[in-house]
């Protein structure tokens, strides 16, 4: 069943074109400085086919909990999403919508120098001004009240979101969200889960970040369970009216 993403009016630029572009289940919200949904639903065909057909052939790259090798022929795609699993310790299908989005985000700044790609919760944006990300942690509190500040010298970046209490990923913790950003959004993605998965009541919020700052590619790390929040990095909160 299809669910309305409603957060999606929460970050609207008006100085932005707004559009989707959906091919099964990739679901994009995109913002550029024009519409680009045909070149955009071109760029999700040209990376979700070869994953697709990778998939077909290697079925537990599908279905794994653990990091996944490939082989250093396989379509770009499939190693990055690799490459995020072994490094965050989880599945690599943990890392596609990070991957899809940036993917899908890069192509189309061949079109327009700038650039927000939303997928499920997960973003990729290259931008030429401050923007805000808002925050969608389920029932929290802290919920539509918040979101990340982002400078246009902090991008490419992506910011990718894990939750156990909204959308259909799967997190073995309890974190209403753990917001990860890094330069490479499958990673960030990945990197989410991991640590979203340490996550079972608000004592594991200073566990969460202890670990986050011991990890290289990570600028940032936001956890909240519930009305409890921890920050970590090159983190920038601001209060949505």
């Known amino acids: ?44 065909l040209k990376h979700r086919v070869p994953l697709e057909q990778y998939i077909m052939h290697h ?3 599908l279905t794994t909990l653990e990091p996944y090798q490939v082989d250093e022929d396989a379509p770009a795609i499939v190693r990055e999403m690799a490459e995020a699993s072994q490094t965050a310790g989880v599945g690599p ?11 899908v985000g890069r192509d189309l700044l061949a079109f327009s120098p700038e650039v927000i790609v939303e997928n499920g919760g997960d973003v990729f944006l290259r ?17 539509g009240k918040i979101a990340l500040e982002v400078k246009p010298n902090e991008t490419p970046l992506g910011i990718c979101t894990s939750s156990a209490s909204v959308g259909h990923s799967l997190s073995l913790g ?6 990860a950003l890094s330069p490479s959004a499958a990673f960030a993605d990945a990197i989410a889960t991991a640590i979203g ?3 079972r009541d608000t004592d594991d919020i ?20 519930g009305d409890r929040i921890g920050i970590w990095g090159k983190v920038k909160i601001a209060t949505l009216s």
């Not at 069943?1 to 572009?21: E, G």
């Open 93 to 103: 299908m943990a890392a596609v919508a990070g991957a899809i989005a940036e993917a």
């Open 59 to 61: 079925p537990l790259f």
């Open 206 to 225: 200073s566990k969460a970040i202890h670990r986050a700052r011991s990890i290289e590619q990570l600028r940032g790390i936001v956890v909240i369970k």
């Open 1 to 44: 069943m299809h669910q309305p993403r409603y957060y999606r009016q929460w970050t609207q630029n008006s100085d932005l074109v707004s559009f989707s572009a959906v091919v099964k289940q990739t679901d994009l919200y995109i913002q550029a400085q024009r519409s680009l949904r045909d070149k955009a639903i071109k760029s999700i």
């Open 174 to 179: 309890t974190a209403d969200a753990v917001i």
């Open 127 to 143: 931008i030429l001004k401050m923007r805000l990300v808002g925050v969608y942690a389920g029932q929290s509190p802290f919920t």
């Open 197 to 199: 998965n340490m996550v």
